[in-house]
């Protein structure tokens, strides 16, 4: 069993559509839960950053953690073709010599 | 403020060849990762540099090795290139070892490296 599981999709919905994106994971001693997005040819960029439990809200997006399920998400409110990209989770234990555990990644595409 | 700078952007290698990837990191920044991306795949960790050591190492054979340079730039090279080596190699830097922004990841655009 990976660390950290995450359905590649690929998946597309219509535009202004509520999207959501999970990962699991089954590592109880991650604290650090991110979600970067990668546009094709670039490199992945910080999208969220949650420490430990509880729910994040930036603009249309927000990231929830559940420890207890170990399980993240990412919700996309009204959804715009922008949005199209792969979405990647990411987790980390605290601590000097912490490692960053990656999703596979899911392919999202938003149609106009 | 420039971000993560990497070059060259693409390169073609045959294999048993041997390659240089450079990454400047960040302005502020004093720690740099390297990735592995395969089509289709997440980053796969290399290894991370911080003051110039090599701190920790993911699962890659020796023939992946690197340098930090004082102005905290960095290599990744790969010796005895293998088919299996094509792929996007990302370098991402943070600032501080084990302060919470140390998993604040600034990656630059990649080096796409094919191996025929």
């Known amino acids: 069993q990976k660390e950290v599981e995450q359905d590649p999709g690929p998946l597309s919905v219509p535009e202004g559509a509520i999207v959501s994106l999970n990962c699991t994971y089954s590592?109880?001693?991650?604290?650090?839960f991110m979600w970067y997005r990668q546009y094709s040819r670039k490199g992945p960029e910080l999208l969220m950053y949650?420490?430990s439990s509880g729910n994040k809200e930036d603009g249309r997006f927000t990231a929830q953690v559940d420890k207890s399920s170990k399980y993240i998400s990412l919700f996309i409110r009204d959804s715009q073709p922008s949005d199209s990209a792969t979405y990647l989770c990411?987790?980390?234990?605290?601590?000097?010599?912490?490692?960053?555990?990656w999703g596979l990644g899911t392919s999202l595409a938003v149609n106009p | 403020d420039a971000g993560v700078t990497q070059s060259p952007t693409h390169l073609i290698k045959t294999r048993g060849q041997q390659v240089t990837l450079r990454c400047s990191p960040k302005?502020?920044?004093?720690?740099v990762s390297w990735y592995q991306q395969a089509l289709g795949q997440g980053p796969q960790f290399i290894f991370q540099?911080?003051?110039?050591?090599?701190?920790q190492r993911g699962n890659f054979p020796d023939r992946f090795s690197g340098h930090q340079f004082p102005n905290y730039s960095s290599e990744l090279n790969v010796n005895a290139l293998l088919l299996g080596d094509s792929a996007l190699y990302l370098c991402?830097?943070?600032?501080?070892?084990?302060?919470?922004?140390?998993?604040?990841?600034?990656f630059g655009a990649g080096s796409r490296l094919t191996v025929l």
């Open positions: 990411a987790m980390s234990t605290a601590g000097n010599n912490r490692k960053l555990i």
């Open positions: 590592n109880s001693a991650f604290q650090y």
């Open positions: 949650t420490y």
């Open positions: 302005s502020g920044h004093d720690t």
């Open positions: 540099y911080y003051e110039e050591e090599e701190r």
């Open positions: 991402a830097s943070s600032h501080g070892q084990g302060a919470p922004g140390a998993n604040v990841l600034t």
